[in-house]
């Protein structure tokens, strides 16, 4: 039973130091953004990501790594550790690049240019024609499990109106600790030698009920007039990085 408990774990070694040397694409990358809760009246948060990946000649591939968000709707510490089925379109030349950021700019110039300022229009010029400029696209879609460490939020109060007539009580509850989300999204690579410079927007979906968010409004005289309880499932990422290709 030793024996071939050895030999098992031999071949899978042997495969998978296989396919690492078979992938075309290899990379240790590192990025920071914001995480925004999708519902009006919470703010974002930073959210900071170590990831690895790797690619094979046809594109597709995996990524794995290590994040954390300081505070969701005020309940601190958020960390995960997304994993990822994912397909890295072939690189584009640098001729190719610069004729896409061209076509990209004349298209703001004949659809937008002279609606605004001067300044206004020339800043979307340039941005259509940096945002063309990627060498090659990432699509993933994978989960992520994780842990809270935070505690339920403090309850917050805020007034306004006439003599602070009206007001807005609310605190975040969390319902369970450990997490699992849904993601799914897409990276622009941006290739310099050996580093990519990345963004990358992205949706995730709660399958786990962690975070309860309660909310009352009422006016100064007549008391609670009404009372939300909500939860919060849906993200939205938007994060920056630099990764390093080996």
Known sequence: MTRNLSRFIIIIAAMLIELSAAAQVKDISLSAGVNVPIYKDIE??????????????????????????????????AF?????????????????????????????????FGYGNEYEDAGNVVAAFLMNLFSDMEFFIGISPGYIAGSSSQEHEATWGTSWQYWKKSWTEKKSAFSF????????????????????????????????????YGEKDAGITTTDILPIRWFFTFSGGVAYRF
């Open 44 to 77: 974002g948060d930073a959210v900071i990501n170590v990831s690895y990946g790797q690619f094979f000649r046809n594109g597709l591939g995996y990524r794995a790594g290590l994040q954390w968000i300081p505070s969701v709707a005020d309940v601190s510490n």
């Open 181 to 216: 989300t849904l993601d799914a999204g897409m990276t622009l690579n941006y290739s310099i030698w050996r580093f990519d410079l990345k963004i990358t927007p992205a949706f995730h979906y709660g399958l786990t009920n962690n975070y309860l968010y309660h909310v009352s």
């Open 80 to 112: 995960g550790t997304p994993v990822a089925f994912a397909y890295r379109t072939k690189a584009r030349t640098l001729r190719e690049r610069v004729y896409a950021g061209t076509i990209g700019s004349a298209d703001v110039i004949s659809r937008d």
